[in-house]
């Protein structure tokens, strides 16, 4: 492993190194988020940075790529110190980005996004919108994507927003391209498409800098790891000195885990029943996501649902919650059927769900982390046309307490927040009121290993010390081995099969899904 007290020494004829950042820093206020931070991009190789969300590895990409500037130190571009104002200036020189969070517009053609702000001219200054579409076909064949170019973004699964998004990056020139968290939304043969295009990138000597929280996925293609640690850089070695031990072991200290399942106390009554329960598809007629499903939940059992993209976990879970139509079957909660509930209904009734994409279906952008976490429980606070002040600022501040969110508080901007925070105010609005059924699809997606276990302590204690049932899903074996009490793998809208704790491996699991083990 390579100290940090050794400068760098990657840089040989094999390792050249083609960007770098010099005792970086930067300050948002009283907050420093990165503190004399050196990085280095070797060209044609993978540089892999990893960290807790907060750690301050957005803001460094953000940085090398002229988003912001920053507070302290330099940027050496092949040799020659640079400064970027504008990622334009940044794009000029090779160095592209594709952003943790999705930044397209949703009513536009997976062709106008690609091409937004850096339109093709035909000979009389028009707008070439043939030769957009062309590329943009070339692009999605690349990516083994059959998306048409003139599809509304809109329209489009997460998964495939974050193939359109990795597109756009791809259709610069780039010599620098970094990857933060592209892989959160994609299935694991989308996956396996995009590993491909980076060794390709990679032998045409491209420099990557790839960003996940999914670190196993991570370590198949890195050549050079890094670890930032509250602002900090902590470690960085090659790839052949790391393992995911060393990673996690620097990233959070020792003895991590994500938990267990919480046992001791009494499980209740069947909370939530669901009796062959189907859902159409809403794009191919005569087709069902969800197939005749069944499923029960006792009051203090976490189940945990697994499956791969397609396989209709969120269907299911949407359904359930009043989010899409129910063509079969029956939900009901606490021996009442809620088929005919709307989602206020649901939620008033303790039903909740905290959705895949928190930011277009759980946050509002606009509103404070107080206002966010205050909104499904207004109810609670409001007599008429007027709302207690008082007592919306109790049920925030209690939600930022149980929750551990990392704020300065309930006035602060959502933005402001990291991922993993983010994803704990969703779910603190959730948990604001007073659910009794507790449903949530995807709920690591984006966060770090840190705030995935705190997560999963926080549904753990609500199963154990609030009777609390809860459901999640996950496409992450290593998730559903941590404090489910019953496994159930979802594969074409059907149960295929059900493990109990403690009785089933990851390649048991991966099998029933039909996934390759090897994967």
């Not at 990138?201 to 670890?227: C, Q």
């Not at 359930?320 to 063509?327: F, I, K, T």
């Not at 705190?454 to 999640?472: H, K, M």
Request: proline letters at 3%; glycine letters at 10%; hydrophobic letters at 45%.
């Amino acid at each position: 492993m390579t100290s940090m007290s050794e400068e760098v020494k990657f840089q040989n004829g094999l390792e050249e190194v083609v960007l770098s950042a010099r005792n970086i820093g930067k300050s948002f206020g009283n907050v420093h988020a990165l503190r004399a931070v050196d990085f280095d991009i070797h060209r044609g190789q993978v540089t892999t940075l990893f960290g807790e969300n907060g750690a301050g590895k957005s803001t460094l990409m953000k940085i090398l790529s002229g988003v912001i500037t920053p507070s302290s130190g330099e940027i050496i571009f092949e040799g020659r110190p640079v400064r970027f104002s504008s990622t334009t200036e940044a794009q000029a020189l090779g160095i592209s980005i594709i952003h943790q969070e999705l930044s397209l517009a949703p009513n536009l053609s997976v062709r106008d996004n690609i091409f937004m702000g850096r339109e093709i001219r035909g000979p009389m200054g028009a707008i070439d919108y043939a030769e957009q579409a062309r590329q943009t076909q070339a692009l999605m064949v690349e990516l083994d994507e059959l998306i048409d170019p003139l599809t509304p973004v809109e329209n489009l699964r997460l998964g495939q927003q974050q193939i359109v998004e990795i597109a756009r990056a791809l259709s610069v020139d780039a010599r620098v391209l970094i990857m933060d968290e592209p892989t959160s939304a994609l299935s694991a043969s989308e996956v396996e498409v995009l590993f491909r295009v980076i060794e390709d990138l990679k032998s045409r000597g491209v420099s990557i800098v790839y960003i996940s929280h999914h670190l196993e996925e991570a370590l198949t293609i890195t050549d050079h790891a890094v670890v930032l640690r509250d602002g900090v850089m902590t470690a960085r070695a090659r790839r052949n000195e790391i393992d995911l031990e060393w990673i996690v072991r620097h990233m959070v200290g020792e003895g991590f885990d994500l938990g267990a399942p919480p046992w001791g106390h009494e499980m209740g009554d069947v909370a939530l029943s669901l009796q062959e329960v189907s859902v159409d598809d809403d794009k191919v007629p005569g087709r069902r996501v969800v197939d005749r499903l069944s499923l029960d939940v006792r009051a203090g059992e976490i189940v945990c649902i697994y499956g791969l993209m397609g396989a209709g976990r969120t269907e299911l879970l949407e359904c359930v919650a009043g989010r899409v139509a129910l063509a079969e079957g029956k939900v009901v909660l606490e021996g009442r059927e809620v088929a005919g509930l709307s989602i206020a209904e649901r939620i008033r009734q303790g039903l909740v769900l905290v959705p895949e994409d928190r930011q277009r279906d759980g946050l509002v952008q606009t509103m404070t982390v107080g206002r966010n976490l205050s909104l499904a429980s207004i109810g609670a606070f409001t007599r008429g046309l007027f709302t207690s002040s008082r007592r919306e600022g109790e049920v925030t501040a209690e939600a930022i307490r149980d929750v551990h969110i990392k704020t300065d508080g309930p006035d602060a901007t959502i933005g402001s927040l990291s991922g993993g925070n983010q994803q704990k105010v969703v779910i603190g609005k959730m948990m604001a009121t007073h659910p009794r059924v507790v449903m949530l699809d995807e709920p690591s997606r984006g966060i770090d290993i840190g705030a995935k276990a705190e997560v999963f302590r926080l549904l753990a204690e609500g199963a154990a010390e609030r009777g609390l049932a809860v459901i999640f899903s996950t496409s992450e074996v290593g998730e559903c081995l941590s404090i489910a009490h019953r496994i159930l793998v979802m594969s074409r809208g059907r149960v295929a099969a059900e493990f109990a704790a403690g009785e089933v491996t990851r390649e048991e699991i991966m099998a029933a899904s039909g996934e390759s083990v090897a994967a």
